[in-house]
């Protein structure tokens, strides 16, 4: 399949992104500039380098028998909404990998937009909110600041608030 992430880094294995043991794929550019953002170089669109679709399945089939999914992050995801839904779609079709997916958009704003919409029909769990840092807490689990959800996202459903 043909086609590129703007990409800020990847980790083949993470416990603190998302349940188990997760690769995360730092996708680059973010518009929300959250004041003390802890990834504030990949709020640069240009951050990083454009990497093909290719060689993202590659380094993700190398620990695919290690890993319980994919956790998006950046950055910003849903910026590249256009690239991420290709790309989702054949990750799923080919691995059914379990996909999480950090953003800054709550998710109410995200259902306003149709290819928000279709992106986050290829996501299992959405962390939404931007990083508040009056709201951070260092005992959360898998988000920076109280305001920020972990949601269950359901097909044809209201998504399901999880707690940790
Ligand atoms: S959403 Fe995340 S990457 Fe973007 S500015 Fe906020 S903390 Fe930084």
């Known amino acids: 399949m043909i ?9 083949e ?5 998302g349940e188990g043991f ?8 973010c518009p929300h500039h959250c004041p003390l ?7 640069n669109m240009n951050y990083g380098e454009q990497v093909d679709y290719e060689s993202i399945l590659k380094r993700i089939a190398k620990v695919l028998p ?20 290709p790309f989702l779609k054949h990750i799923k079709s080919k691995w059914n990998l379990s996909i999480w997916c950090y953003t800054g958009y709550t998710y109410e704003a995200l259902c306003e937009n149709a ?6 029909q290829l996501i ?22 109280s305001n920020q959800r972990i949601l269950k996202i359901n097909q044809n459903k209201p998504p399901e608030l999880l707690y940790y």
Do not use: W
Request: glycine content about 10%; proline content about 3%.
């Open 37 to 43: 953002c802890h990834n504030f170089e990949m709020q």
């Open 124 to 145: 299992d769990v959405l962390i939404d909110g931007p990083f508040v840092a009056e709201l951070k807490d260092a005992n959360l689990k898998y988000r920076g600041s």
């Open 3 to 11: 086609g590129t992430l703007q990409v800020a880094g990847f980790l």
């Open 13 to 17: 294995h993470s416990t603190v992104n």
């Open 66 to 85: 290690l890993i319980d999914g994919l956790t998006l992050s950046g950055g910003e995801p849903f910026i590249q909404a256009t690239s991420l839904i």
């Open 22 to 29: 997760r690769s995360v794929l730092f996708l680059s550019g």
């Open 115 to 120: 290819l928000h919409k279709e992106l986050l």
